[in-house]
DNA sequence: TATTGTTATACTCTATAACTATA
DNA sequence: TATAGTTATAGAGTATAACAATA
């Protein structure tokens, strides 16, 4: 077994850097997922259905192209998501003033609800957190919102 | 509003938390999630599949019944990724020798390779964090380390 | 010509319920 | 009777390719 680095990008990243990021994997796959399928499952929506509904922000239609970006999945699905979205009235389609072929999301005002129900769901403080002390809060904030502002290039 | 800092399991999280709790949504959200992504199409894995492979640990054969725990869906749901799975050569089925009824999956050599370069892949340290100062990986790993050692009572 | 949304197709994931073979 | 895995079914997500309307 030779010491191949796998990070072809020049040098190997400290243990504390390479545990930081599984610890996040970890953190991501498990408690974050469960606590985002259990929140979804009691508004009876779908992942999409639910990442679709957080992005639709009140009062901004949003082009079904910009949306499956968003989504990160093919304009194609999106026909089916919305189609699924509005038959329960949680959005409507409108045509784009400005380009006819454009057609845009908005959310009802029970999708507002249901928008607003879910988010604040979602962003409920786990335990785990809450329970940090006041320093490690704000240091853990300075750190995140650091890696947040720095683009990632495919590391 | 009180000044509240501390919680007392009914008292609102301090705004540090709520924005940490935030930015762990947004991290876990757009970047890790496009990074799984473009990482298990790279494999042509499915997400199931590759949470599979990554649960299945060389020479440790693993129940069916657990790999569904573990992907946290109905166990009649493995039956068909472990199909496509086994189908593909990278894991097989073996029937347990202490309870008939039971059958594990296992790795097989092909899908040890695969696993391997799963692993390898997901593992690779992204920029943000590899160029964090020495200080705010430790100090970010152990804040990580206590979050995740700290049990979430569903907040 | 290029782009937007749709449709058709094929595959995968998902839960529910019924079935089998073991225990 | 209870449990593990399978099957059947129905619904939803996914990408690809072809299409209509619009630019």
Redesign the pocket.
């Known amino acids: 077994m030779t010491e191949t680095s796998q990070q072809d990008a020049s040098n190997e990243p400290s243990p504390e850097a390479q545990e930081v990021w599984e610890l996040l994997i970890e953190l991501s796959a498990s408690r974050m997922r469960q606590r985002f399928?259990r929140t979804i499952a009691e508004l009876q929506?779908?992942?999409?259905?639910a990442?679709?509904l957080r992005q639709l922000e009140p009062g901004q239609p949003l082009?079904?192209?910009?949306?499956?970006c968003g989504?990160?999945?093919?304009?194609?699905?999106?026909?089916?998501?919305?189609?699924?979205?509005e038959?329960r009235g949680l959005v409507e389609?409108q045509v784009?003033p400005?380009?006819?072929?454009?057609?845009?999301?908005v959310v009802t005002p029970a999708g507002v609800v249901t928008r607003e129900r879910l988010l604040a769901l979602l962003h409920q403080v786990p335990a785990p957190i809450a329970t940090l002390s006041a320093g490690e809060q704000r240091l853990l904030r300075d750190v995140l919102r650091r890696i947040l502002d720095t683009p990632d290039e495919q590391g």
Chains 1, 2 share one sequence.
């Open positions: 399928s929506l779908s992942p999409p259905q990442h679709a082009p079904m192209r910009d949306l499956a989504l990160a999945c093919d304009a194609s699905n999106v026909t089916g998501i919305a189609d699924r979205l038959k389609r784009s400005s380009d006819r072929r454009v057609k845009t999301l």
